[in-house]
């Protein structure tokens, strides 16, 4: 477990520290760590629907549901603000752990709206987190401002850690502590964490689907939602942008880009955003095009036989490891080919290699669903469109155009 703390007073139960997740790149919900191969997120009941009813076909494109936990607010003497979490029978069977309470400290500046973690946190957060740790140590105590940009309109390069998840997190703890009291519980998902196997997780996130607003927008976000897929790639490629990291051997930190970046982006900036996704700053990941784009295909697959579902606002996740075997690498001006290999890429070791996974279904209907008052026919088209047109650019980078 991470960060065993003391029992809480008459709880008997051994706490949990619940901490940032540190390889968070988008969405706008916090996503903590429960323990090495866990997350947790707050409960949004058309998610959890969505993880109830999951066709056995997609279960290997999500992540595996854990259960369920129950959180609530706490302020200890020292002005520190606690979340604290008793995971229900279920979630304790799932996890293989009976432990209670779990409990996250985050010091809040005095008299400022702007709360922020302290180095010494911070760094124990990363120290403690996942593989790939130390990259993340330097300048760990987040800034009020991290989406400057500088005169032309471009975001500083981020080499330290990525800041996103931090971002996320401190909004959530001031949005739950100045509307909730500290008795309120407020119910998290617990899910897989599906990048604790790599050791330097490069992780792309995109937002799937011409279209984000969930059949219940009001008309105000209605407009607001369909203005951005307007204004971005959503609409032309079906698919953009929504957060990235990736490892940079050159300079030993990830290189870091967020989904303002990516509303910002060209057809062609999207295309030239792929290849720096796989590109460790010395070297172009030739190695990874093809179990990538074999993984994508397999979910086109699928997609295609999920009648009704509608995924809107959810995320693609592409995942590979930045420490990379030298011999499948080429530089960065060659033209690139798939190479041959004698197994299969999704099996063995290549299997691990990438992953690909469907993330966050807070809007995601389907026929059946608890939440759901409207019925949609046929497939997701518009998440189909965007599929194809992320692998044609993959396929398009493999042969060098």
């Given at each position: 477990?991470?960060?065993?703390?003391?029992?809480?007073?008459?709880?008997?139960?051994a706490?949990?520290l619940?901490?940032?997740?540190?390889?968070?790149?988008?969405?706008?919900?916090?996503l903590?760590q429960?323990?090495?191969?866990?997350?947790?997120?707050?409960?949004?009941?058309?998610?959890?629907?969505?993880y109830?009813?999951?066709?056995?076909?997609?279960?290997?494109?999500?992540?595996?549901?854990?259960?369920?936990?129950?959180?609530?607010?706490?302020?200890?003497?020292?002005?520190?603000?606690?979340?604290?979490?008793?995971?229900?029978l279920?979630?304790?069977?799932?996890?293989?752990?009976?432990?209670?309470?779990v409990?996250?400290?985050?010091?809040?500046?005095?008299?400022?709206?702007?709360?922020?973690w302290s180095?010494?946190?911070l760094?124990?957060?990363?120290?403690?987190?996942?593989?790939g740790?130390?990259?993340?140590?330097?300048d760990?105590?987040?800034?009020?401002?991290p989406?400057?940009?500088?005169?032309?309109?471009?975001?500083p390069?981020?080499?330290?850690?990525?800041?996103w998840?931090?971002?996320?997190?401190?909004?959530?703890?001031?949005?739950?502590?100045s509307k909730?009291?500290?008795?309120?519980?407020?119910?998290?998902?617990l899910l897989?964490?599906?990048?604790?196997?790599?050791?330097?997780?490069?992780?792309l996130?995109?937002?799937?689907?011409?279209?984000?607003?969930?059949d219940?927008?009001?008309?105000?976000?209605?407009?607001?939602h369909i203005?951005?897929?307007?204004?971005?790639?959503?609409?032309?490629?079906?698919v953009?942008i929504?957060g990235?990291?990736?490892y940079?051997?050159?300079?030993?930190?990830?290189?870091?880009?967020?989904?303002?970046?990516?509303?910002?982006?060209?057809?062609e900036?999207?295309?030239?955003?792929?290849?720096?996704?796989?590109?460790?700053?010395?070297q172009?990941?030739?190695?990874l095009?093809?179990?990538i784009?074999?993984?994508?295909?397999?979910?086109?697959?699928v997609?295609?036989?999920?009648?009704?579902?509608?995924?809107?606002?959810?995320?693609?996740?592409?995942?590979?490891?930045?420490?990379e075997?030298?011999?499948?690498?080429?530089?960065?001006?060659?033209?690139?080919?798939?190479p041959?290999?004698?197994c299969?890429?999704?099996?063995?070791?290549?299997?691990?290699?990438?992953?690909?996974?469907?993330i966050?279904?807070?809007h995601?209907?389907?026929?059946?669903?608890?939440?759901?008052?409207?019925?949609?026919?046929?497939?997701?088209?518009?998440?189909?469109?965007?599929?194809?047109?992320?692998i044609?650019?993959?396929?398009?980078?493999?042969?060098?155009k």
């Amino acid at each position: 477990m991470v960060g065993q703390s003391p029992l809480e007073p008459g709880e008997g139960r051994a706490a949990v520290l619940l901490e940032p997740f540190v390889h968070q790149v988008g969405g706008h919900l916090s996503l903590l760590q429960y323990d090495e191969h866990t997350v947790c997120k707050p409960l949004v009941a058309q998610e959890l629907s969505f993880y109830e009813s999951l066709p056995l076909a997609m279960r290997q494109f999500t992540p595996q549901y854990k259960g369920i936990v129950s959180v609530h607010l706490r302020r200890d003497s020292l002005g520190n603000l606690a979340l604290l979490a008793s995971p229900s029978l279920q979630a304790a069977s799932a996890m293989g752990d009976s432990s209670g309470a779990v409990w996250h400290r985050h010091r809040r500046a005095a008299g400022s709206e702007g709360a922020k973690w302290s180095h010494t946190q911070l760094t124990k957060t990363c120290k403690d987190s996942c593989p790939g740790k130390m990259l993340l140590r330097t300048d760990l105590q987040y800034c009020t401002d991290p989406l400057l940009e500088d005169a032309n309109g471009n975001q500083p390069e981020r080499k330290s850690h990525n800041p996103w998840g931090l971002h996320c997190h401190r909004q959530h703890l001031n949005r739950l502590s100045s509307k909730h009291n500290e008795n309120k519980l407020h119910q998290f998902l617990l899910l897989e964490n599906v990048v604790s196997k790599y050791s330097y997780p490069c992780i792309l996130d995109l937002k799937m689907g011409t279209r984000q607003h969930g059949d219940d927008a009001s008309e105000e976000k209605r407009a607001r939602h369909i203005r951005k897929c307007q204004q971005s790639t959503s609409a032309s490629l079906g698919v953009r942008i929504g957060g990235m990291q990736v490892y940079q051997a050159d300079t030993g930190h990830f290189l870091c880009k967020d989904k303002y970046y990516g509303r910002k982006l060209s057809a062609e900036g999207f295309r030239q955003t792929l290849r720096q996704f796989l590109s460790n700053g010395n070297q172009l990941r030739t190695e990874l095009l093809e179990p990538i784009v074999l993984r994508l295909k397999a979910l086109l697959s699928v997609i295609r036989k999920q009648s009704s579902y509608r995924f809107y606002s959810s995320s693609l996740l592409i995942i590979y490891d930045g420490q990379e075997h030298k011999e499948h690498t080429a530089p960065l001006g060659n033209h690139l080919h798939f190479p041959r290999t004698n197994c299969t890429p999704l099996q063995g070791t290549q299997h691990s290699r990438v992953d690909v996974r469907m993330i966050d279904f807070a809007h995601t209907t389907f026929k059946g669903s608890k939440c759901n008052h409207t019925t949609h026919d046929g497939p997701d088209h518009g998440y189909i469109f965007g599929l194809e047109n992320l692998i044609r650019i993959l396929q398009s980078l493999s042969e060098g155009k």
